[in-house]
């Protein structure tokens, strides 16, 4: 195994470091981290693989086995594994990250919610994820993407932290290779072609770069370059759980049995349409000639057989239901209770309480909050490297009965600060990155109120004055 020790000792030989990044592109497609990606992918892409790449078998007279090309043979792949997915990102990230401390959240740009959303959800889908700080942005770096760059991480022996790694990506197998080596003091950019060895493409640089002097020595070209790196490495790991697999492990059984069964389900139901005929005192007639009589049957819907007393009987053959159907259920509910994901469906009918709601949210907010840590691992490394200081926290997207946590918090109201109502009742609505604007202009609007207030009593005051004046002459 390729260590980031090993890259160290190779020195600065750019031919020993191009050959070392394609030994490093090769292991890590060899990886159990790469196939697992690959195979949890698979799965949130809704490609499952047990049952897209079944297929049916019948066994001839002579015993060989070969494809089934005649009977039904649907392929229906659940999505469970997307929806479950999509459920505990969306439900930690889905109103973004929020700070406490004012111009924290602008210094990690505009789309960082994003692509921090995309971070994570790789997390989950392999089990291991990185994204890496770009001078103002953040960028997902999957160790797997089946329509992108990979990134293969470095580990080191001491520590088992990824200080380097290699970003690769190839159109086709006849297409050349492409890879970046990111290293903590700069990253270098390879190539290798169809039939020739590897060579650099750019050499190493800093992350962060620019030029130096005034306009004129711009334009002049006389302006000075310079570079300068990151505190920390700005390649950061994100964990999908504590256990640091893909959420794939554990559910994949399940996934591929209600695949499986729901498609025998659909072939026996499409199957038990047709009517089966059987030919009594026929014993003379050929597989051809049964084959014959069923076209016939087909076409013209009847059939007269005459045939030293021969007589023919339509069967019809109704599947099985009821199993299969009570099968299906359960895998379903053993799905949701393994992920511990919320089956909303069973929640959104009705005037349901929000005690019920949070009841039924319980097992996913558990959960969520095992993946917030791994979150928040991953945000401080961020923010470390890109200067970052603050407090990162998370709104949680679910269904509620807003009207009443809204009402809830009116009527403790007397007891709390006009701020932290205002605050909890637009983190409820889902705007609670808007609380410091809406508070600001709140206090412009009773500065302006009191003001007006005060005009008001000095014109009543003075013509209380004058109205005294007139009285005493």
């Given at each position: ?16 470091r ?31 693989r ?31 594994f ?6 505990e ?39 291991l ?8 942005r ?23 932290s990824?200080?380097a ?5 190839q ?17 270098t ?15 190493k ?121 009570a099968?299906?259920n ?11 994901a ?5 929640i ?19 959960k ?67 609380a ?35 009285a005493?002459?």
């Amino acid at each position: 195994m390729l260590t980031y020790q090993d890259l160290q000792a190779l020195g600065n030989d750019d031919a020993k470091r191009v050959d070392f990044c394609r030994q490093v592109i090769e292991q890590h497609k060899q990886s159990e981290l790469y196939e697992i990606a690959k195979l949890g992918d698979e799965y949130d892409r809704k490609q499952n693989r047990a049952i897209t790449q079944f297929i049916r078998f019948i066994y001839r007279v002579d015993g060989a086995k070969v494809p089934d090309t005649f009977s039904s043979n649907y392929r229906l792949a659940s999505g469970f594994f997307n929806r479950f997915l999509t459920q505990e990102v969306q439900t930690l990230l889905a109103n973004g990250v929020t700070f406490k401390e004012q111009g924290a959240k602008e210094k990690l740009g505009e789309k960082f919610d994003n692509k921090l959303t995309i971070v994570a959800r790789y997390a989950l889908s392999a089990g291991l994820s990185f994204g890496f700080w770009d001078n103002d942005r953040l960028t997902p770096f999957p160790v797997y993407d089946k329509n992108g760059a990979c990134y293969a991480p470095l580990v080191d022996e001491d520590t088992g932290s990824f200080p380097a790694g290699v970003r690769f990506w190839q159109l086709d197998t006849n297409k050349p290779l492409f890879g970046t080596l990111y290293e903590p003091d700069g990253y270098t950019q390879m190539v290798w072609r169809p039939g020739e060895n590897g060579a650099i493409l750019k050499q190493k640089q800093a992350y962060k770069t620019g030029t130096i002097g005034s306009p004129a020595e711009r334009a002049a070209g006389a302006a000075q370059e310079y570079g300068e790196n990151y505190v920390g490495f700005p390649v950061v790991p994100m964990w999908g759980n504590q256990q640091h697999q893909s959420e794939i492990i554990g559910l994949l059984g399940n996934i591929d049995c209600y695949d499986l069964i729901k498609s025998g389900f659909a072939n026996s139901v499409d199957e038990a349409s047709y009517i089966y005929w059987t030919i009594n005192n026929a014993g003379g007639m050929t597989d051809k000639d049964l084959i014959e009589f069923i076209e016939h049957m087909k076409t013209v819907k009847a059939a007269v057989v005459n045939d030293g007393g021969a007589s023919a009987a339509a069967t019809s053959v109704e599947a099985p239901y009821n199993s299969r159907e009570a099968l299906l259920n359960r895998l379903e509910d053993d799905l949701y209770r393994d992920f511990m994901a919320t089956k909303t469906e069973d929640i959104a009918a009705g005037n349901v309480t929000a005690t019920q709601i949070d009841a039924a949210y319980d097992p996913l907010n558990s959960k969520v909050d095992q993946f917030e840590y791994c979150v928040l691992d991953f945000l401080h490394g961020i923010m470390e490297v890109a200067g970052v200081q603050g407090t990162p926290t998370f709104t949680r997207s679910q269904v509620s009965n807003k009207t009443e946590q809204i009402n809830n918090v009116i009527a403790s109201a007397q007891y709390l600060g006009n701020d932290y109502v205002t605050r909890k009742i637009l983190e409820i609505l889902g705007d609670g990155d808007q609380a410091d604007k809406i508070l600001k202009e709140m206090d412009a609007e009773n500065a302006n109120r009191l003001k007006e207030a005060e005009a008001r009593l000095k014109e009543l005051e003075e013509a209380r004055k004058a109205a005294e004046g007139e009285a005493a002459e």
